[in-house]
């Protein structure tokens, strides 16, 4: 991180402190396929606090407007997928994770995270078991796609915006 926002004592510690969430949520959500509130509600309430700090990279109502948002969306695909295929698709510790990082991240970002996180897990879950109770959960893919994004992900915006 101090790599990243050097020159922004401000964004430095705010990436600090949403990978003091992010760490724990990593571990946990990999060795027990569980993501807890007692990490995503803090998460988000932390998140729309500092989008009212002036200093921030995302306004407030973006954090606020993305995180309901993110929130109500993943509701209703789960929902849906779940009356669909008459099975869960994606648990609801994924759906408050990504709602909470959206507090963090504004909807621009979170959009890429989700789409780098999916490929990712694709790209595993191509080459390693389909058992569900065995396989890796979306958690880890999610915080790893973060920090990519997060680290790097200026360098694939900007090469994508040179695409068009």
Not at 14 to 41: E, G, N, V
Not at 84 to 104: S, Y
């Amino acid at each position: 991180m101090f790599w990243r926002f050097q020159d922004n004592v401000f964004l430095f510690i705010k990436y600090s402190a949403l990978f003091i969430f992010l760490i724990p949520i990593f571990f946990i959500d990999l060795y027990h396929r569980l993501i807890l509130d007692k990490l995503t509600i803090p998460m988000a309430v932390v998140g729309l606090g500092l989008a009212l700090l002036p200093a921030t990279d995302i306004s407030f109502l973006n954090a606020l407007l993305t995180g309901l948002g993110v929130l109500v969306l993943m509701l209703l695909i789960a929902w849906v997928f779940e009356k669909v295929r008459q099975k869960e698709g994606m648990g609801g510790g994924d759906i408050k994770l990504l709602a909470a990082m959206a507090t963090w991240l504004g909807v621009l970002n979170l959009s890429f995270i989700l789409f780098f996180a999916s490929v990712f897990a694709v790209i595993v879950a191509l080459f390693t078991t389909r058992s569900r109770e065995h396989g890796i959960p979306f958690g880890p893919f999610i915080v790893g796609a973060s920090l990519i994004w997060i680290l790097f992900g200026y360098h694939f915006l900007d090469w994508y915006l040179n695409l068009l």
